[in-house]
């Protein structure tokens, strides 16, 4: 299988996104504990993924300024992906979920905003080879798109894992191409990078191409 080489040319955002805790399922640095176990009421697959250590955590500190904090959010976004993918097609392999935390605060610019564009790149590299990211920020009210209300996370995350082709494609419904992309994902061991440059401000420049859903504003994108 030939996946991602994500090794890619140097970066010149390398640094602004501080390693704190490197990926595992029993991370010290947060306190994820009680609200993962909150989320298994809306989550089917989490409370069994969790028993199996199949969930985890790498954790980042924002250490720069907003652009590069936001390219590194790509860069690790790409890294979680790509550990993943090998495990997909393992037997469990659907409750594997790798998650990216970031701390920290950039002056002028929200978790919300830093993780926009990365989260709606990172959708649409992955959707094909039916791998999901979702986004959650610290300390701010979500609604489950059911209605429901979302647990408060205690940190800001995108949660990377195994899409669920049956189910996962309903949840996208404001924007249809992509979820008729990962309603046929099937991953083939593509680098998803094959005809795109390993470029994060080329990369967000490709992104603009898919149309964004109502309201218009990228960090409402679901």
Known sequence: MTLTRIGGAPRPTAGTLRLVEASTARPTSIDIAGYMRQMERLCPYLAPSLER????????????????VEAELFHAGVQAAEWLRPLVGRPQGFLRCENVVFLGEVAGARHRDLVAWPHWVLKHLYGPVGIMFGKFFAGQEETARTGGRIPMSPVSFLPVRAAVRRRDPRFLGATPRLAAALAASEDDGRDVFEYLPYDWTEIRAWAKRFPLPKPSSISEAG
């Open 53 to 68: 250590g199949y969930t985890s955590w790498t954790v980042y500190e924002a250490a720069g300024s907003a652009a590069g």
